[in-house]
């Protein structure tokens, strides 16, 4: 077992099977259903990566495919558990915050809605921020397989053990204070559709306040969507990615410039607060420096078991 898992591996493992146990626990207490028919084939998928990490890994042939592969189809399997324990958050009832949210940016002298149609007012601008928006993910992706491939192991583990950490105290927080943004708030108090294109549709929107005050129909992986409004997981995706690959020549800067627009997007497309966006940033600090001091035991190794395995 220890040959065949890293420090790193055992780590995310944990968490992953920490809340696969949560999961297991909670969902027979409500009465929110999963069809699991919709799930096999992507728990194929992920096996189908986390078996060919383990082939490349045992024959020895490239330490780096086989880190992203485990890395990649633990973080895959992760993401299918959190995503349904964050609907079995609905099940609390818990008052949805959003007003007191958008009392506290005005507060602040902030106006969600004018900085929206200011952002949009320019159909360029409109339609890179909304690409910008969906492609957040993806870049996230992308700096996992980058940091795997070129074999840059440690930005790797505290890349992915982070979002773990981040996703699992996001969650944990919004199941207790949830809320879905400025834009559902908005539409729910009687706010037409906007003449301008965004990411979150109205439907959507009135999609999520109906999941919150009624029942919750059986999950689907295919209709899975996401339910934060804060802390804004974009915010803490978009964080995670810049600083994983910021010591990499060239898609250090190249991931900071891209994320500009991403950040610019999050209120507008994603509809959020902009307090969401600050307790995403301090969620992001947070999960890095939780990453960085879990993952300092491996220095007590003289050699990284990585390179043993090589």
């Keep these: 077992m220890n040959r065949l898992l890293t420090s790193s591996d055992r780590w995310r493992l944990t968490l992953l099977g920490g809340c696969s146990a949560l999961l297991l626990v909670f969902q027979p207490l409500t009465s929110i259903t999963i069809a699991p028919a919709t799930f096999v084939l992507p728990i194929l998928l992920i096996a189908f990566v986390g078996a060919l ?17 485990f890395a990649l189809s633990q973080l895959l399997l992760f993401s299918n558990c959190a995503a349904l324990l964050n609907y079995l958050g609905l099940a609390l009832r818990r008052p ?13 002298g902030l ?20 690409v910008a928006y969906n492609s957040s993910l993806i870049q ?35 199941c207790l204070f949830p809320s879905f943004g400025a834009l559902p708030m908005h539409y729910a108090q009687g ?36 339910l ?5 997981f974009h915010t803490v995706i978009a964080i995670l990615t810049v600083h994983g690959l910021w010591r990499v020549p060239w898609a250090g800067p190249l991931a900071a410039v891209a994320s500009i627009p991403v950040f610019l997007s999050i209120p507008a497309d994603g509809g959020h607060h902009f307090i969401d966006m600050a307790a995403g940033a301090a969620v992001a600090a ?4 939780f990453a960085s001091l879990a993952l300092r035991q491996r220095m007590e190794q003289p050699v990284l078991a990585r390179e043993a395995f090589a």
């Design 111 to 130: 106006d969600w809605w004018a900085y929206v149609v200011w952002l949009k007012s320019n159909p360029f601008v409109a339609q890179a921020t909304t």
């Design 53 to 69: 990490g383990l082939i490349y890994r045992v024959l020895g042939r490239d330490e780096g495919i086989a880190a992203t592969c």
């Design 228 to 232: 934060i409004g804060c802390p804004s």
């Design 286 to 289: 947070a999960s890095i420096a």
């Design 191 to 226: 706010m037409a559709q906007p003449p301008f294109f965004l990411a979150m549709t109205k439907q959507e929107s009135l999609g999520l306040l109906a999941l919150h005050s009624g029942a919750v129909p059986p999950l689907r992986f295919d209709e899975l969507t996401g």
């Design 140 to 174: 996230f992706v992308i700096a996992i397989l980058l940091l795997g491939f070129t074999r840059r192991f440690e930005r790797l583990d505290q890349l992915s053990l982070a979002f773990m950490i981040a996703a699992i105290g996001t969650i944990g927080t919004w």
């Design 96 to 108: 949805l915050n959003d007003t007191l949210l958008a009392q506290a940016e005005r507060a602040l």
